[in-house]
């Protein structure tokens, strides 16, 4: 139970729009949390960009305007890039908890099949 916690704690962590403090901060909640470190850094992983961080924006601006972001340039996403944090926070409420539940569980039934 402890590593599914870690790898979906890891996870979510891993989700939210703190790039320079991701790691860190993973690696004080598990430690606070005495939870394995190693998982939740390497679940983290799951986490890397464009896909999550995408997903996590769509989800958000879905969430502020009703629809799904369509305006795909660099023009857009750098000229509005205070909304597109503001939009990936948001989103990695929904998508972070998610992603680590979907990881969590399987994780869970493989450790303990695996001890039996």
Known sequence: MELA???GLGVFLGA???????IALILYVHHRLHLN????????NVCVA????????????????GRWWTDYSRHSLLNEI?????????????????????L???SYF???????
């Open 110 to 116: 493989i450790v303990k099949a695996w001890r039996r």
């Open 16 to 22: 939210l729009p703190i790039i320079p403090f991701g």
């Open 104 to 106: 969590a569980v399987p």
């Open 50 to 65: 464009p896909f999550v961080p995408f997903l996590c924006i769509q989800v958000g601006y879905f969430m502020r305007q």
């Open 37 to 44: 470190k190693l998982a939740g850094v390497a679940a983290s």
């Open 82 to 102: 205070p909304l597109r944090l503001l939009e990936w926070a948001l989103g990695s409420l929904v998508v972070g908890p998610l992603l680590g539940l979907a």
């Open 5 to 7: 916690t870690a790898i």
